[in-house]
Structure formats: structure tokens, C-alpha cells
């Protein structure tokens, strides 16, 4: 199972851009349910931890995003968001959507975001 990240592109810095991600039909009969989260790697760089849901509770986002980006969800959609506003040349990486905890789904390609100064 592979969830696959959309919407990247390459922005100037101050922009906006929403990243989704929608559920594959393996489980769209389990998604509403599901923690997903939005990953990021930039080159030369980690993984990490973008954004997420929380088990019901309120989402979690990194420091370094707190306060530009959101994440949503639309279960009639089975599509996950992620509103990215003021980006910044840090904010350059490839995007991943995938479960918030371990187990992991197989990961996609991502999407590539590229923020210019």
C-alpha cells in the first residue's frame, strides 16, 4: 500500500501551496480512522515529521512550521491536505504522506516543493 503525495511545485518565498494525499483503494474502508501524517525530507537531510493527526486529539506540526502550515482532512474525499503559507527556502524538500505511527505504508515518491528566496 502506497499513499501518493500531490500539489508540489516550485514557489517564491511568502508563498502559499497545498499538498494532498489521497487514499489508495486498499483502504478507503479503514481511512477514516486512520492517523496520517505529512513528512518532509530536504536534500542532504533526514526524514521528518511535518504534521499530523493525533488520535483525536489536536493535530501535532514541528516547530519549525507551527503557525503557516495546517492539516486537514476530507474522509468523503479519503484525502489528507496540507496548507503551507509564508513558505521559506527551508521549507524545500520533498513531501510524503504516510501513517502518523509505525506500522508504515510502503513510501511513494513524494512531492517536491522548492521555495525560491
Known amino acids: 500500500v502506497q499513499l501518493q503525495a500531490s500539489g508540489g511545485g516550485l514557489v517564491r518565498a511568502g508563498d502559499s501551496l497545498r499538498l494532498s494525499c489521497a487514499a489508495p483503494?486498499?483502504?478507503?474502508?479503514?481511512?477514516?480512522?486512520?492517523?496520517l501524517a505529512w513528512y518532509r525530507q530536504a536534500p542532504g537531510k533526514e526524514r521528518e515529521l511535518v504534521a499530523s493527526f493525533n488520535r483525536g486529539g489536536a493535530p501535532r506540526f514541528t516547530d519549525s512550521v507551527k503557525g503557516r502550515f495546517t492539516i486537514s482532512r476530507d474522509n468523503a474525499k479519503k484525502t489528507i491536505y496540507l496548507q503551507m503559507n509564508s513558505l521559506t527556502p527551508e521549507d524545500t524538500a520533498v513531501y510524503y504522506c504516510?501513517?502518523?505511527?509505525?506500522?508504515?505504508?510502503?513510501w511513494g515518491q513524494g512531492t517536491l516543493v522548492t521555495v525560491s528566496s
Open positions: 483503494r486498499t483502504i478507503l474502508s479503514v481511512f477514516w480512522g486512520l492517523d
Open positions: 504516510n501513517s502518523a505511527q509505525p506500522p508504515f505504508y510502503s
